[in-house]
Structure formats: structure tokens, C-alpha cells
């Protein structure tokens, strides 16, 4: 109830392709996805979030598509760059319950190629 | 947002030593987060820290292992006890209010040797 799942594992995309990373969560109760990107010896940052009342935010080049139905939410990287080469994490928490943490996913290595 | 700062950044010890990192956050908040990310994995929650109350710890954390102190609302320290190389990891830091999202610090690369 608690794992979310992600895939792939890692992904090669040549620069000006389309990124795509999937995510499936199975509690229902979680109302609150982010995505977060790190490079590497850095800390995790927020990239882009989304609330279950919405199926789709857009912020420049990043996109998540969100389907409640499914249980599972999508991170879309348009026009992916050489600068996006980072590991994403997606991730859940329920927000109207004080003190709990993000549950992650495993995480996937995005490599753009020049 | 919130600027969060760990300290040491990263650290190189000897087995069976302890190590305490430290977490500082520039604004007051009431739940701040230990997270253990080890070498090409994902975030692993450690312990939930309240201010004035015990940490709450995950499955697989104990209290003798990774002691947390949290004084006060901006700031909270993990030790990572008696250390062995498979303690080798990035601990991170984080913190967040109900409704808004977590801010991660830099982490503390720890090796052990």
C-alpha cells in the first residue's frame, strides 16, 4: 500500500526527444505527487507537483500527466537537454496528515545525448 | 521555500566511530525528516523528528543506531552510531509543513572505511 513504482530504471533520449517516466502508486489516501530531480552530490529539488483534482500541469518543459482512475502519474520532459542529465524521483505523501514523509520511487537515470 | 543547511557535507570515518550530522533550516517548522539515500538508490525514510517529543523511526531504524535530536524548530542533528561500511550512504535532511512540499538539503556523503 505504501510503494510507489517507477520506471524505467534508466533512460537514454537524444537531445530535443521527449522524456517520459512513469510512476504507480497503490494508496488511494496519497493526494500529493512531486517529482524531484538530483544531480549527482546534490540533495533531491523539487522539479513539479501535482494535486488529484488535476490531470495535467504544465511548468515550461516539464509536464505531469495524472490519471486517479489508474493510479499513476507521469513526468513528460519536452525538448530534453544535455542540462536534464540528472536522476528524477517520483514521489507521494498524504498532506492532510501532519508529520508523514514522501514515499519515492527508485528512481530513473535520464541521460541526454548531444 | 525553505533554505536548509547540513553540515558536514560529506565525511570519511573509521568503523565503529559515530558520526552526527547536523541539519539547520533558515525558518521554523514543525516536522523535519531523516533520509538515508544509499549508493545509486532511492530515499529511504529513517525517522520522522517532532519538536519536543522522541523521533518516530521506520521499519529497520533504531534509536541505538541513528539517535536524533530536535531542540528547538529550526535545527536537528542525526548520529549515525557505531559505524560499518554499510552505513556508506548520502543523508539527507528535510523538512515540511502539512500542505506544502519537502525541501531537501544538500545531504551529508558519509564513507566509511
Known amino acids: 500500500q505504501q510503494q510507489v513504482k517507477q520506471s524505467p530504471q534508466s533512460l537514454i533520449v537524444q537531445k530535443g526527444g521527449i522524456s517520459i517516466i512513469n510512476c504507480a502508486y497503490e494508496?488511494?489516501?496519497?493526494?500529493?505527487f512531486p517529482w524531484y530531480q538530483q544531480f549527482p552530490g546534490k540533495g533531491p529539488a523539487l522539479l513539479i507537483a501535482?494535486?488529484?483534482?488535476?490531470s495535467e500541469k504544465k511548468e515550461g518543459r516539464f509536464t505531469i500527466s495524472f490519471n486517479k482512475s489508474a493510479k499513476q502519474f507521469s513526468l513528460h520532459i519536452m525538448d530534453s537537454q544535455p542540462g536534464d542529465s540528472a536522476t528524477y524521483f517520483c514521489?507521494?505523501?498524504?498532506?492532510?496528515?501532519?508529520?508523514?514523509?514522501?514515499?519515492f520511487g527508485k528512481g530513473t537515470t535520464l541521460s541526454v545525448s548531444s | 521555500s525553505a533554505v536548509i543547511s547540513q553540515k558536514p557535507s560529506r565525511d570519511i570515518c573509521q568503523r565503529g566511530t559515530s558520526l552526527t550530522i547536523q541539519c539547520q533550516v533558515d525558518s521554523q517548522v514543525t516536522m523535519m525528516f531523516w533520509y538515508r539515500q544509499q549508493p545509486g538508490q532511492s530515499l529511504t525514510l529513517i525517522a520522522t523528528a517532532n519538536q519536543g517529543s522522541e523521533a518516530t523511526y521506520e521499519s529497520g531504524f533504531v534509536i541505538d543506531k541513528f539517535p536524533i535530536s530536535r531542540p528547538n524548530l529550526t535545527f536537528s542533528t542525526l548520529t549515525v552510531s557505531n559505524m560499518s561500511p554499510e552505513d556508506s550512504s548520502i543523508y539527507l535532511c528535510?523538512?515540511?509543513?502539512?500542505?506544502?512540499?519537502?525541501?531537501f538539503g544538500q545531504g551529508t556523503r558519509l564513507t566509511v572505511v
Open positions: 528535510s523538512v515540511g509543513r502539512a500542505n506544502t512540499e519537502a525541501f
Open positions: 494508496n488511494t489516501a496519497f493526494d500529493y
Open positions: 501535482i494535486r488529484p483534482d488535476v
Open positions: 514521489a507521494a505523501k498524504t498532506l492532510n496528515q501532519a508529520g508523514t514523509a514522501l514515499i
